[in-house]
């Protein structure tokens, strides 16, 4: 799963498809080992990875219907939080990903009139990339379905839970 800017396009029947087999294979480990009384080796790493697959599926929808993806999110905001346009390099940078995905991205968000190219001043050769009006609206809107699927989320866990969880987040980043 990514947060970043990059996230590789996968069609929903490729997903499904592998989605399944994930799904029959995880089935046929815990029907193994339920016998056993034991965990098979990895079930954690896949209950994480599951998770974390739900949440991105679920925000995706979320942000579909005001056009825009967890990928280009994370760019408007990478751009929105900048004091002046940002040279493609740099907004790949932050975003975590090389430039010809990043090319690619702000392809996508110029023809939805979310950003526009400028020449960069000091490097002739670089271009930087500037939020639109619409794309600082449609950042804000999105930035709000993130804050209240959160808030979903969070509902779902006990008090305790909640206070747990970003300190149990921070032990698993800091492992990579």
């Keep these: 799963m990514s947060w970043g800017c990059c996230v590789a396009p996968q069609t929903p029947l490729a997903l499904a498809e592998v989605n399944s087999a994930r799904v029959v294979d995880i089935i046929a480990l815990h029907l193994y080992y339920a016998d056993m009384n034991e965990c098979p080796p990895g079930t954690l790493t896949v209950q994480v990875l599951s998770a974390l697959h739900s949440v991105e599926v679920r925000l995706e ?11 280009k999110l994370g760019a408007l905001a990478k751009l929105a939080a900048a004091p002046e346009p940002l040279p493609l390099r740099t907004l790949a940078e932050l ?60 509902a779902r866990l006990s008090p305790d839970q909640q206070r747990e969880l970003p300190p149990l987040l921070d032990v698993l980043r800091a492992w990579v």
């Design 95 to 154: 975003c975590a990903c090389v430039r010809s995905n990043i090319t690619q991205l702000v392809d996508r968000l110029e023809a939805d009139k979310l950003v526009v190219r400028t020449d960069d001043p000091q490097d002739r050769r670089s271009v930087r990339a500037a939020l639109t009006p619409e794309g600082r609206a449609r950042h804000a809107a999105g930035m709000r379905i993130l804050e209240e699927a959160e808030q979903e989320l969070l």
């Design 61 to 71: 929808a979320r942000l579909d219907p005001i056009g825009l993806s967890l990928a």
